[in-house]
């Protein structure tokens, strides 16, 4: 679906929640601890990754990802 029309979706039925109807969109959503939908997508795609990483999948993180063998992680200079 489009994201345009999700967040329309969402706009919505959070006005229909009680006491919510006279507040902006983003109070409606912090009163009803909503998630925006790039932070639910985020959230999932670190799920996925992290389910891949302890091999919790059935498609795995090397399948997917190379390391650079040469890559070296040097502490601040």
């Not at 909503?34 to 639910?40: A, D, N, P, Q, V």
């Amino acid at each position: 679906m489009d994201k345009e029309l999700l967040e329309k979706m969402q706009h919505g039925y959070t006005k229909m929640m009680m006491n919510t109807q006279d507040k902006a969109y983003e109070e409606r959503s912090r009163c009803l601890r909503l998630w925006t939908l790039e932070e639910r997508r985020n959230k999932q795609d670190l799920t996925v990754v992290f389910k891949m990483y302890r091999r919790l999948s059935n498609v795995l993180l090397h399948e997917l990802i190379t390391l650079d063998e040469n890559l070296r992680v040097h502490g601040g200079t």
